[in-house]
Structure formats: structure tokens, C-alpha cells
């Protein structure tokens, strides 16, 4: 009888923290907003790109939020993000123009690899340096999209610079699903499983907790912050990438103002802007929050500005109600602590 029961008891529990969850919650609004959007108007879902363009708009942002929300964790931010998405996308266009002929993994791997040293010099700042994320995000944010405007000038890249078989990555479909789509995913996937399985990922919570604490405990602090900045800069590197592939066009302004967004969905999705709390998946769920959104106050008749209002309430919501379920949980560990002799 023990035996029978026994994975009952082990499964409800299960559940009950899966309802409890941050992400659930927002799962459920997402799923909410898409209902009463699709009600005012069948064409949101039921159309022909109605459906795609609901998987496929947030996808780019969805990567950048895992890496945003990666340097989070440790108590940090980077606002370079977007100026890294443009710089990342024009390089890829003029790798097409400037190197014709080369493969398409190369310059994928070359956006990726500019992303990832625009990311370490970043966290090279803060790490060694320890001068606040702030500041250094800050600065390099218009360092890197100056950069880009002297480069790019009033020059743009065209659809037909690059090669069909590359922005079939950003239009392409795979069993019906956008081929984008299914890459932010797996890049989800990656990234939501080294932060709960590998010692390094878990670390990173460990840091955003209390860094003090976690220097004197002999974690390598320097190294992971380093590495949070390097892999959110490849991240937004890749996100560069595949802005070329998606939209075709690239110019200096690619990526302006990703930064914001990308720490809202984040925020939204229930990573701590304190760091050390919350998951890659609640910052995905986030990104799509935020763009549906988006896409969903201008059926109702809700004007630019108020879409924008609307938005400024969600992320002050989400960090009130990280605040005050912290509160709640410190008060919880202190009656645990006053009711053990």
C-alpha cells in the first residue's frame, strides 16, 4: 500500500509548485491576452500569417532576454544589448557584401564571435575593474551604436546583399513552425538547463544572492561574472544575426532601445533585477509577453502612448511583486529561525 502511493505523494507536491510558480502565472496572462485579443479580432491567430507572426515577432527578443537575464542572476545588467544587436547585424550584412562566397555557418559564427567580444569587454569592466554594470553598460551602449552609425553612416543593407538561403533563417518554417523560432528555443533549452545542472550555472544564483558571501565561500566570482557578460553579449550577437535574416534590412538605428525591452521581459518573466532569483524561462515567457502586448493593444483601439504606459505598469508591478515577495519570504525564514530551539 506504501509502494502505491508513494509516487502520488512525490507528484502532487509537483504540481503544486508548478501552479505556485512566477512562470506560470505569466504562461496563463500570455494565454489570456492572446484569448481576448483573438476574440476582438479572429485575424490575430486566425489568419494567414496571424499565427506565425505570433511565434515568430518575439523570437529575436526572447534570446536577448535569456542573456539579459543570465547577467541578472549575478546582480548586474547590461544595457549594451541593443546597441550589440545593431553593430552585429550591419557586420553581418557586410561580411555577404565584403566576402562573397563565404558560408553561411561562418558568418553566423562571426556575428556570434563579435557579439561575444563586445560581451567580454563588458564584463572584463565590471569584473575586473569593478566599476557598477551600470556605468559600464551605460558607456559601452553608446561606445558600440556610435560605432555603428560611423560605420554604417547613412548606408543600409538590402534583402538582396544577402543570400536567400540565409534569410530563410528568419522566414523560413519547419513543420509549420518558424524556423527562428525553433533556434530561440533550442538556444532556451541550452541555456535554462546549464543553469540548473552545471555547477557553474548554479553558482551564478549563489553570486546574485549575496557576492560578498559567495568570495568568501571560494567562489570564482571574477570568472562567472565575466562569463554572464560574454555569453549575453554572444547571445545579442546571435540576436543580430538573426535580425539580418529576419527583416533584411539593416541600418545604424537595428536594435535601438532592445536594451529596455530586454531587461522588461526579463523583469516580467521573474528574474530579480537583486539578482540570484529566477529562471531563463520566465524571462522567454516575458519577451513574448511584451510583444503580444504590443501587438494586441492596437486591436482594442489602445494608442502608442498607452501601449507604452501599459507596459511601464508591468515591469513596475513585477519588480513591487518581487519586493514584496521577498519581504515575505525574509519574514518566513525568521519565524522558522525563532521556532528552532
Known amino acids: 500500500m506504501t509502494t502505491a502511493t ?18 506560470t502565472g505569466i504562461a496563463i496572462t500570455l494565454v489570456l491576452v492572446v484569448v481576448a485579443a483573438t476574440a476582438l479580432n479572429p485575424n490575430f491567430v486566425f489568419s494567414n500569417d496571424g499565427f506565425r507572426d505570433l511565434l515568430l515577432t518575439p523570437s ?5 532576454a535569456v542573456g539579459q537575464a543570465v547577467v541578472i542572476i549575478t546582480r548586474n545588467v547590461d544595457l549594451s544589448v541593443g546597441s550589440v544587436v545593431g553593430l552585429t547585424a550591419y557586420f553581418t550584412g557586410r561580411l555577404f557584401i565584403d566576402v562573397p562566397g563565404l558560408p553561411i555557418v561562418a ?10 567580444l563586445l560581451g567580454l569587454v563588458n564584463g572584463a ?18 561606445v558600440y551604436r556610435g560605432v555603428n552609425v560611423a560605420w554604417a553612416g547613412s548606408d543600409r543593407i538590402n534583402a538582396s546583399d544577402m543570400p536567400a538561403a540565409f534569410r530563410a533563417l528568419g522566414t523560413g518554417r519547419l ?3 518558424p524556423v527562428l523560432t525553433i533556434l530561440a528555443v533550442v538556444v532556451l533549452v541550452v541555456a535554462a538547463w546549464y543553469l540548473r545542472n ?8 549563489a553570486i546574485g544572492s549575496d557576492p560578498a558571501a559567495a568570495q568568501l565561500y571560494g567562489l570564482r566570482v571574477t570568472r562567472r561574472v565575466l562569463a554572464a557578460f560574454v555569453a549575453s553579449g554572444a547571445l545579442a550577437g546571435l540576436a543580430g544575426v538573426l535580425f539580418a535574416a529576419r527583416y533584411g534590412t539593416v541600418s545604424s538605428n537595428a536594435g535601438f532601445g532592445w536594451e529596455l525591452q530586454a531587461i522588461g521581459a526579463a523583469v516580467i518573466g521573474g528574474v530579480a533585477i537583486s539578482g540570484g532569483v529566477g529562471t531563463v524561462w520566465g524571462a522567454a515567457l516575458g519577451a513574448y509577453l511584451l510583444l503580444t502586448i504590443n501587438r ?13 504606459a501599459v507596459v511601464g505598469v508591468l515591469i513596475i508591478g513585477a ?13 518566513r525564514l525568521v519565524a522558522e529561525r525563532e521556532r528552532t530551539p
Open 107 to 116: 558568418v553566423v559564427l562571426g556575428g556570434v564571435a563579435l557579439g561575444a
Open 6 to 23: 508513494a509516487p502520488a505523494r512525490t507528484f502532487v507536491p509537483g504540481i503544486a509548485s508548478l501552479l505556485k510558480a512566477r512562470e
Open 319 to 331: 519588480i513591487v511583486l518581487d519586493r514584496v515577495l521577498a519581504l515575505r519570504q525574509h519574514r
Open 198 to 205: 552545471l555547477r557553474s550555472g548554479r553558482e551564478l544564483y
Open 60 to 64: 529575436i527578443l526572447m534570446v536577448v
Open 175 to 177: 513543420l509549420g513552425i
Open 296 to 308: 494586441a493593444l492596437p486591436i482594442i483601439g489602445v494608442d502608442d502612448f498607452w501601449q507604452r
Open 125 to 142: 569592466l565590471v569584473a575586473f575593474a569593478r566599476v557598477p554594470a551600470l556605468v559600464i553598460t551605460l558607456g559601452t551602449m553608446y
